[in-house]
């Protein structure tokens, strides 16, 4: 569970005191990293950072094991390491950059991020910076009608006149040709639909949870006793421009089998179901939806059974990520222990479903 962090842990961590490694790691909300207290990396602007009690609880809540200090307990794998560079890379683009700031962000030296960046992505990290800033260059002509000038400095380039020299290098174009050229996109962009997610709330022997989906199927499962600014939150980040709207009796269908789940009668759903999410995130959802029912297995036997066995921490973080819990039972894995570790929904919810599961 994450807490707020305390005068004591604050000491702790920019005295960088080893006599409380394993008391709480610390997470920062702008690099995603979590630590030990002991981390040698750059004292933390603490108004970003959180504080969790177990490893786990930080993976579970999306936060990536730090390269430095080993937070994950064994040497993140240089694959791992170069996904959190592109994540932060992606994340940043906007941002004045240079390969220290990277470096400083993944906890590791410049030049040795640099050799793995390339010897696994085949380019360099600011060369692959270029490629994320023309993407988000093309999207801001083909969906805006802002200047040239403007989308320059939205994707990080303050100078337009070098922005205009780097696109055409890349797309043998120039921005304004390029917007010439797909100015149909943008007019069928502008009478695209927006999606329409429905929600409504279902409460039973004692749950009380919202559930939303589109006219395709089920996209989000809440939390217990958790109000509707969590679906909305996850739609804002994960559904950009999706209209949210209260419709009970389009959830009814959905209910009704969560009802007959909660009272013991059903082991599986059969409704239709809307996820979307990278190749490796639904890898992992097809996997858990594969772990029978009243059984748990542990973060291993999902990596292995991706064949993906050297990324745990990877698998912890697209558990973390599930946005339809039950249907996709990620309450089914816990630590190689056999501990009950981080879950969306909070440990005692997923008591609650284990033990559901049990009887």
């Not at 290098?169 to 069928?188: D, I, L, M, Y």
């Not at 009380?208 to 006219?215: E, G, N, P, V, W």
Request: glycine share 6%; aromatic share 10%.
């Amino acid at each position: 569970m994450d807490t707020k962090i305390t005068a004591e842990q604050r000491k702790a961590i920019m005295e960088n005191d080893k006599t409380y490694d394993g008391q709480f790691f610390y997470a920062v909300k702008t690099t995603k990293i979590f630590c030990r207290p002991s981390c040698k990396s750059r004292v933390p602007n603490f108004d970003n950072v959180t504080i969790f009690r177990e490893a786990e609880d930080a993976l579970q809540a999306g936060y990536r094991p730090c390269k430095r200090c080993k937070s994950g307990g064994s040497s993140l794998p240089d694959e791992e390491w170069i996904m959190q560079a592109e994540s932060y890379i992606k994340e940043n683009y906007a941002k004045s950059f240079t390969l220290s700031k990277l470096a400083e962000a993944c906890h590791g030296s410049p030049y040795h991020l640099h050799r793995v960046f390339k010897r696994l992505k085949g380019l360099t990290p600011l060369t692959y910076l270029q490629q994320v800033r023309m993407e988000k260059a093309k999207d801001y002509l083909i969906k805006t009608d802002l200047s040239v000038k403007e989308i320059a400095h939205l994707v990080g380039i303050t100078n337009s006149t070098r922005f205009t020299t780097l696109f055409k290098e890349k797309n043998q174009q120039t921005p304004r040709q390029f917007r010439k050229v797909n100015r149909e996109k943008v007019s069928a962009l502008k009478n695209k639909q927006e999606e329409t997610i429905y929600y409504g709330k279902l409460e039973h022997n004692g749950w009380s949870i919202y559930l939303a989906a589109t006219d395709n199927g089920l996209c989000y499962v809440g939390s217990q006793n958790k109000e509707i600014d969590e679906i909305e939150n996850w739609a804002a980040k994960k559904r950009a421009g999706a209209v949210l709207v209260h419709h009970e009796q389009k959830m009814n269908p959905y209910k009704e089998q969560f009802i007959s789940y909660f009272d013991g009668e059903r082991k599986n759903f059969d409704f239709p179901v809307d996820l979307k999410g990278t190749a490796f995130q639904e890898a992992v959802w097809e996997a858990l939806q594969n772990i029978p029912y009243g059984e748990t297995v542990s973060y291993m036997d999902i990596a292995e059974k991706i064949e993906k066995p050297k990324a745990v921490r990877a698998v912890g973080a697209a558990i973390g990520a599930n946005p339809v819990m039950m249907l996709v039972p990620c309450h089914r894995v816990l630590a190689k222990d056999g501990k009950l570790t981080g879950f969306r929904g909070g440990i005692p919810m997923k008591e609650r479903l284990l033990a559901l599961e049990s009887e």
